[in-house]
């Protein structure tokens, strides 16, 4: 029983980095296409510099909302591994 309690915590913690690591770098990579495609959009027509600010800052909020989401995530993640005391108990301390 302790083995599996002992398991499960390596894996929520292991989860939660690797979630947090690949939404951090997909979330990095969107963002940064995302405004390069609008400041290459205000390049070539700065008249329209208004129209395509806005729709940036929205994209990349909702971009950045998906990285929040995967904290959430990985926060309720680590809330449901085991307690310190029991951790202790296990690791014989």
Known sequence: MEEHVLKYFTACV??????????????????????????????????????VTVTM?????????????TLVIAFMLLGKAPKLEMMIKLLGQ
């Open 14 to 51: 292991t989860a939660a980095g690797f979630g947090i690591t690949i939404a951090a770098a997909v979330c990095g990579i969107a963002q940064s296409l995302g405004l390069k495609s609008a400041v290459e959009g205000i390049a070539r027509n700065p008249e329209s510099s208004g129209k």
């Open 57 to 69: 800052i929205i994209g990349l909020a909702l971009i950045e909302s998906l990285c929040i989401y």
